[in-house]
T-cell receptor, first 112, second 113 residues
Framework: EAGVTQFPSHSVIEKGQTVTLRCDPISGHDNLYWYRRVMGKEIKFLLHFVKESKQDESGMPNNRFLAERTGGTYSTLKVQPAELEDSGVYFCASSQEQYEQYFGPGTRLTVT | AQSVTQLGSHVSVSEGALVLLRCNYSSSVPPYLFWYVQYPNQGLQLLLK??????LVKGINGFEAEFKKSETSFHLTKPSAHMSDAAEYFC???????????FGTGTKLQVIP
């Protein structure tokens, strides 16, 4: 069974540009989460989808971040326009039971 | 609120020595507790989890952790460190009231030959 996949693995963009991160969850997992780890700090929750609906987006830092989950399958996280402080590793996770989350390899975003 | 504190951002042990990574949690409801490991250039891998069954939990690669409610702790141990254990380890808590996983800041484990 395929795990959670994320694309791209690395992205380097300039301040002001737009970047879209993609996450493909484990097939059949209704719950999908986005987390972010800024350099040297803890991994922080961004938001939670149940199927295509946003269950909790309390961790989204500001309105430059937009997450979608088309048809309850894959999800995208768009940052527009990107700022320097958006640099970090973005993790996606999926689950059937909410507490047992399976994580993807992450996307390392560098904003210069 | 729920929170996790990992004591020590860096821990060094000699190969063959005991590994002890400390984790204390705070949760207003009975929690689920986890240890994740991140090897260099890889994603987060679940090492073990506590879900209110046995308080001593065994995980992969010889790791185990003991849930101690009175101490609000969930320390990770391994009797004998191996070079391949060098990685960053994250303690995490999930409680139903918050419907999300809260992570500690991580502990980087260095194994010295």
């Amino acid at each position: 069974e395929a795990g959670v996949t994320q694309f791209p693995s690395h992205s380097v963009i300039e301040k002001g540009q737009t970047v879209t991160l993609r996450c493909d969850p484990i097939s059949g997992h209704d719950n999908l989460y986005w987390y972010r780890r800024v350099m040297g700090k803890e991994i922080k929750f961004l938001l939670h989808f149940v199927k295509e609906s946003k269950q909790d987006e309390s961790g989204m830092p500001n309105n430059r971040f937009l997450a979608e989950r088309t048809g309850g399958t894959y999800s995208t996280l768009k940052v527009q326009p990107a700022e320097l402080e958006d640099s970090g590793v973005y993790f996606c996770a999926s689950s059937q039971e909410q507490y047992e989350q399976y994580f993807g390899p992450g996307t390392r975003l560098t904003v210069t | 609120a729920q929170s996790v504190t990992q004591l020590g951002s860096h821990v060094s042990v000699s190969e063959g020595a005991l590994v002890l990574l400390r984790c204390n949690y705070s949760s207003s409801v009975p929690p689920y507790l986890f240890w994740y490991v991140q090897y260099p250039n890889q994603g987060l891998q679940l090492l073990l989890k506590y879900t209110s069954a046995a308080t001593l939990v065994k995980g992969i690669n010889g790791f185990e952790a003991e849930f101690k409610k009175s101490e609000t702790s969930f320390h990770l141990t391994k009797p004998s460190a191996h070079m391949s254990d060098a990685a960053e380890y994250f303690c995490a808590v999930f409680s139903g009231g918050y419907q999300k996983v809260t992570f500690g800041t991580g502990t980087k484990l260095q194994v010295i030959p």
